[in-house]
């Protein structure tokens, strides 16, 4: 069985879960969020959420884990939210924003600016002495994880300097130079 897919869901105060034609739909303080699900039978009891297969099947075994992650991750998303912290590293690597409107400059001869989704706020921080750092919060943990992802791509770290876009708290992978 699976490990992740037998564990119990735990819902919070203040959130509801409502189950409606294979569509789960999670509400709470920070928003809404629905996930279509198939395999899987899901009850509510008390304040906890249990999924069980319909066979053993391999394909329906894949989605117990999978679909007990997803609810989980929706349940945290309405009651906590998600953040991501993005630090840029690099001579003249700046970050700005005007509303949803995300202004980097990333060492290339223009600057990359960025329509970011309504859903995710973004929050530039910008201390003298220490790297820029792009905060991005949201309830939806998959749409912060792909805008961080889309951001990153724009320069990724690189293993010589280390210049680039990367995660807080990423190690990156040093490789030694040429030596004379």
Do not use: C
């Amino acid at each position: 069985m699976s490990r992740i897919g037998k564990n119990p869901v735990s819902i919070p105060e203040g959130v509801t879960v409502e189950v409606k034609d294979n569509i789960i739909t999670a509400k709470g303080k920070l928003g809404e969020l629905t996930q279509e699900y198939s395999g899987i039978d899901i009850k509510i009891e008390d304040a906890t959420i249990t999924l069980e297969r319909q066979s053993e099947k391999k394909e329906h075994k894949s989605k117990h884990g999978l679909y007990r992650a997803l609810i989980a991750n929706m349940i945290e998303g309405v009651s906590k939210g998600w953040t991501k912290e993005l630090e840029l590293v690099g001579v003249g690597y700046r970050a700005s924003n005007q509303g949803q409107k995300l202004d980097l400059a990333l060492g290339f001869s223009h600057n990359i600016i960025i329509d970011v989704a309504p859903e995710v706020k973004i929050e530039t921080i910008s201390e003298k002495g220490k790297n820029p750092i792009v905060k991005l919060t949201s309830h939806d943990k998959q749409l912060v994880g792909q805008v961080a992802a889309k951001i990153r791509g724009f320069r990724k770290p690189e293993p010589y300097k280390g210049k680039g876009v990367k995660f807080v708290g990423e190690e990156i992978r040093r490789k030694a130079g040429k030596s004379a």
